[in-house]
């Protein structure tokens, strides 16, 4: 019998190592699997390479993983916004690397890695700076750049429900990274409001096929309207 | 001197989006766009964080953290809206799908190259989320923007000194004095200010501009 559930969030993460890349999904707070991320925090793992779209939010989530200085370095496409300061205070000190990656090249990077994609060639970024040093072709009269795959050691991601098999369901703009993510990691471990018994989801709803998808722990998070909604494709 | 108000300039960008398009209006002024689009057309919002068919702020209190949009704020989702994760909503971009985005500018060059994610200040944190992409996936790329910087230097450039987020993407410029439509002979005058004449808007400018 496949049973992907865990019953705590420290046990999903325990064996989370020094060094190691972690994608963590979310778009701002929205999708961010933050108690996935206080349990890491817990655990002490260092040196870690994050890869998240932002680095950082006011004081919950990835931005207390930065201000623990648990990450070395960062792969985010938009780190200054006007409640990164922890982020902010590292990078000013020298203390964190990033690496800069335009959004959807970003995405694409990371589904490249989950969809076994050596390397492709994309428009974004020719000619700029976040392109500087990268090889370069033209196909059919326009310029592309060569970008590599980003794979990870493991992916946090939360979504909305998901069941012993790991299949998830996602809500609203919290989706984002969260399936691209799930299928780049080695090991994919999902937060999720509930867990549903196999058969209630609707498997044309279906968002994250449980394949890629390697643990599954219930995080009941009372928030305003999070959660309240019934599942897309619940069928309970 | 004349200028268009902000809400001027939101509305004459409107003007000019068609009925059917699929629209990603960018952080900041652009945003004032939504206010105006005309209420007889059917207009499609995309935001990157993954929406077709954005709709407005919710009423307060019934603001969803998960239902945001690039900004970040709460919004709302329409009858007919659409979710999906980041690779899709950047093949949207990327590929071609989008009609129309609706960006904010440092720099624009007379080639329509587009500076609009980085100072290049040794000291400012660098961030450039979707802006690479926007430039060059929508099929028509309008930069909203003030003419003139505070310190009176204009800000469309015969060459960007900035650094560029696409190389010759901009289809149009709008700012608080003019109307630009960027062509394969330079900028041309599709509206100027009352009562500034296009020589006098030339010559604030740096840069030729046609009739």
């Given at each position: 019998?496949?049973d992907?559930?865990?019953a ?11 060094g190691?890349?972690v994608?963590i999904g979310?778009?701002?707070t929205a ?20 890869v ?8 919950v ?5 930065l201000?623990?200085?648990?990450v ?40 490249a890695a ?9 428009p ?16 059919d009269g ?48 999902a937060?999720v409001?509930?867990?549903?018994p196999?058969g209630a989801l ?5 968002v994250?096929?449980g394949?890629?998808v ?8 009372e ?6 909604a ?5 069928a309970? | ?5 902000r ?8 003007q ?5 398009a699929?629209?990603n209006l960018g ?7 939504a ?6 057309r ?25 239902l945001i ?8 989702a329409?009858p ?5 994760h980041?690779?899709d909503?950047f ?19 007379v080639e329509g190259?587009?500076?609009n994610?980085h ?15 926007l ?10 923007m ?5 310190s ?5 450039v015969?060459q960007?000194?900035?650094p ?5 993407c ?26 500034l004449?296009?020589p006098?808007?030339?010559r604030?400018?740096?840069v030729?501009i046609?009739?």
């Amino acid at each position: 019998m496949i049973d992907k559930t865990v019953a705590t969030v420290a046990e999903a993460i325990a064996d989370i190592h020094d060094g190691a890349t972690v994608m963590i999904g979310g778009f701002g707070t929205a999708g961010m699997p933050s108690e996935l991320i206080d349990a890491l925090i817990a655990q002490g793992a260092r040196e870690l390479t994050i890869v998240n779209n932002n680095a950082g939010n006011g004081d919950v989530g990835l931005a207390l993983l930065l201000e623990a200085k648990r990450v070395r370095k960062i792969i985010c496409s938009f780190p200054r916004q006007t409640d990164s300061w922890h982020f902010d205070a590292l990078y000013r000190k020298g203390e964190i690397e990033l690496e800069l990656v335009p959004q959807g090249n970003l995405a694409e990077r990371i589904r490249a890695a989950g969809a076994g994609i050596g390397a492709f060639y994309t428009p974004t970024g020719y000619g700029t700076l976040l392109a500087e040093g990268k090889e370069t072709r033209e196909i059919d009269g326009r310029q592309y750049v060569l970008e590599h795959p980003i794979r990870a050691d493991f992916a946090l991601v939360k979504a909305l429900a998901g069941d012993r098999w790991g299949n998830l369901v996602y809500r609203k703009t919290a989706r984002n990274f969260g399936p691209i993510m799930a299928s780049a990691a080695r090991c994919t471990i999902a937060q999720v409001q509930r867990i549903v018994p196999l058969g209630a989801l609707d498997p044309e709803a279906v968002v994250t096929p449980g394949i890629f998808v390697h643990r599954v722990v219930e995080v009941v998070v009372e928030a305003a309207n999070a959660g309240t909604a019934p599942a897309p494709g619940t069928a309970t | 001197m004349n200028r268009y108000t902000r809400d001027q300039m939101a509305a004459r960008v409107a003007q000019d989006i068609r009925d059917g398009a699929y629209v990603n209006l960018g952080i900041g002024l652009p945003t004032l766009v939504a206010n105006h689009l005309p209420k007889d057309r059917e207009i499609i919002l995309h935001t990157e964080n993954g929406l077709l068919g954005m709709g407005p702020a919710p009423a307060p209190g019934a603001e969803d953290p998960d239902l945001i949009n690039a900004g970040k704020q709460p919004v709302t989702a329409l009858p007919g809206a659409s979710f999906f994760h980041h690779a899709d909503s950047f093949a949207m971009m990327r590929g071609g799908h989008l009609d129309c985005c609706v960006l904010g500018a440092f720099q624009v060059s007379v080639e329509g190259d587009l500076a609009n994610w980085h100072t290049g200040a040794p000291d400012a944190i660098p961030a450039v989320g979707g802006a690479m992409d926007l430039a060059l996936g929508a099929k028509s790329v309008y930069v909203m923007m003030e003419h003139l910087t505070k310190s009176g230097e204009s800000k469309i450039v015969s060459q960007c000194t900035y650094p560029v987020t696409a190389l010759r993407c901009v289809s149009r410029i709008y700012t608080d004095l003019a109307v630009l439509e960027v062509t394969p002979r330079g900028l041309r005058a599709v509206d100027i200010v009352d009562g500034l004449s296009l020589p006098e808007l030339a010559r604030l400018s740096g840069v030729a501009i046609g009739s």
